[in-house]
């Protein structure tokens, strides 16, 4: 099987490291164009950035499975604006590396009858597919990224360091990490980005995202 990985140079060289031992994978920084026939399976990482013309281009490639980034969208209101054949198999992952390196991989399909594609290409690399319910901000993401804001709630206040809150968290739930330790693993621009959408989505003030983590997001690399 021969796999194109394009989007954000991080998480394309996680993937490339946990796919290249039993496919063929090619990686580029570029959004492809033209027609790509030799390509089993495109993955883009960064496809929430811009979804609407990333799937348009890559409908034209003639690829038939679609493995896209999804933490800031879903897949459902883009197919009402775009007509998508039914031969094309469109998944919906997360693709930052600290949950690509998990042993369970959060997946959606558009279509449920498509499911057994992932399980066929993830268990020679020893994933399991977790099947979730299309939602923005998918499961453990959007868990774990309110869990960092509301630790950025409780420095802001003064209540508590970074370091005791990230301690009390890991003796006392057993997480593997604390919140904040959590926060620069996966980036602090991406949990910033992830709660705004769920904030602009859903109106739900759970999503508020914190004055200090906002300036945090706002001022990093």
């Known amino acids: 099987m021969h796999i194109f990985i394009t989007g954000h140079k991080d998480r394309n060289e996680a993937l490339q490291q946990l796919l290249a031992p039993k496919y063929q994978v090619t990686l580029s920084d570029q959004v492809p164009s033209g027609l790509m ?3 089993e399976l495109l993955i883009d990482t960064s496809f929430d950035e811009d ?10 490639t003639g690829v038939k499975n679609l493995w896209l980034h999804t933490l800031r969208c879903t897949i459902t209101p883009l197919l009402h604006r775009i007509p998508v054949p039914d031969q094309i198999h469109i998944a919906g992952i997360n693709a930052l590396p600290l949950f690509i390196n998990s042993p369970l991989w959060e997946m959606y399909y558009a279509s449920n009858s498509d499911e057994k594609i992932a399980e066929k290409i993830l268990s020679p690399i ?3 597919m ?3 319910p299309e939602q923005m901000g998918m ?5 774990i990224f309110m869990i960092i804001n509301e630790a950025y709630y409780v420095v802001q206040e003064g209540v508590t360091t970074r370091a005791d809150t990230d301690m009390a968290m890991k003796l006392g739930t057993n997480y593997p990490y604390g919140p904040f330790e959590w926060a620069e693993k996966l980036g602090i621009k991406n949990v910033y980005h992830t709660l705004l ?3 602009k989505d859903s ?5 508020k995202i914190c004055a200090l983590l906002r300036r945090e997001a706002e001022t990093a690399f």
């Open 37 to 39: 026939p030799h390509i």
């Open 126 to 128: 020893g994933k399991k």
């Open 197 to 199: 959408s769920l904030l």
């Open 51 to 60: 979804p609407d013309t990333r799937l348009k281009v890559y409908l034209k």
């Open 130 to 132: 977790l099947c979730i």
């Open 139 to 143: 499961l453990s993401p959007r868990i």
């Open 203 to 207: 109106g739900d003030p759970r999503y």
